[in-house]
Nanobody
Framework: VQLQAFGGGLVQPGGSLRLSCAAS????????IGWFRQAPGKEREWVSF????????RYADPVKGRFTISRDNAKNTLYLQMNNLKPEDTAIYYC?????????????????????WGQGTQVTVSS
């Protein structure tokens, strides 16, 4: 089971980036996915969630209306479209998975809910 996040980079405020999270060694379509981020000097925080079928999506308040989570199970890949980026979005972004049947809906914002993590991808929003 391996996840690899990529697509980060340096972008100016107001710009956009699309992060991807590619899965290998397992069928991503059976798994729910969470995106988390960790800014310098801060704890890792939950950003977004998507169920295995993409029927359920959730967003943290700071990114609601600006970020969109999606998935292409045929490509075994997850996406996070980030628009209108702000300097406070600067962080390392991580994707994480848990088998859909094991997801507890009240805990999707908690790191302990996820048992497989990808390496992070750096997003820097700066002029």
């Amino acid at each position: 089971v391996q996840l690899q996040a990529f697509g980060g980079g340096l972008v100016q405020p107001g710009g956009s980036l699309r992060l991807s999270c590619a899965a290998s060694g397992f069928t991503l379509g059976h798994y729910a996915i969470g995106w988390f981020r960790q800014a310098p000097g801060k704890e890792r925080e939950w950003v977004s969630f998507i169920s295995s079928s993409a029927g359920i999506t959730r967003y943290a308040d700071p990114v609601k209306g600006r970020f969109t989570i999606s998935r292409d199970n045929a490509k075994n890949t997850l996406y996070l479209q980030m628009n209108n980026l702000k300097p406070e979005d600067t962080a390392i972004y991580y994707c994480a998975t848990r088998l859909e049947s094991q997801i507890i809906s009240s805990a999707i914002r908690e790191q302990r809910m996820y048992d497989s993590w990808g390496q992070g991808t750096q997003v820097t929003v700066s002029s």
